[in-house]
């Protein structure tokens, strides 16, 4: 069993920055997918960021993209989200996910509990 374990989430002002962590233990694999899904009040999840087991090519919502970077540290075996000019829509409860593709298709998936992203005017 894998389990994540994100961090890092808080409190910051509006234009402020913040970086994430996700933490990856047990069986694990460097190949692995790992990403970045948001969930604000009152919405739907939403995919945020994601980065592939070498460490590219990354991928972003339009919605993030020139603010937000995705990087990995495999032999860490953890997943960042640095989070820069931070905006009152980016509030939301930030969760790390792992997935394993096999034969073409997705073969197992892992989330984090989440950790809180508060950002103040």
């Known amino acids: 069993q894998v389990r994540l374990v994100e961090s890092g989430g808080g409190l910051v002002q509006a234009g402020g920055s913040l970086r994430l962590s996700c933490l990856a233990s047990?069986?694990?694999?460097?190949?692995?997918?790992m990403g970045w899904f948001r969930q604000a009040p009152g919405k739907e999840r939403e995919f945020v960021a994601a980065?592939?087991?070498?460490?590219?090519?990354?991928y972003y919502a339009d919605s993030v993209k020139g603010r937000f970077t995705i990087s990995r540290d495999n032999a860490k075996n953890t997943l960042y989200l640095q989070m820069n000019s931070l905006r009152s829509d980016d509030a939301a409860v930030y969760y790390c996910t792992k997935v394993g593709y096999g034969a073409g298709r997705k073969e197992y998936e892992y989330w984090g509990q989440g950790t809180q992203v508060t950002v103040s005017s």
């Open positions: 980065v592939s087991g070498s460490g590219s090519p990354t």
């Open positions: 047990g069986r694990t694999s460097s190949s692995d997918l």
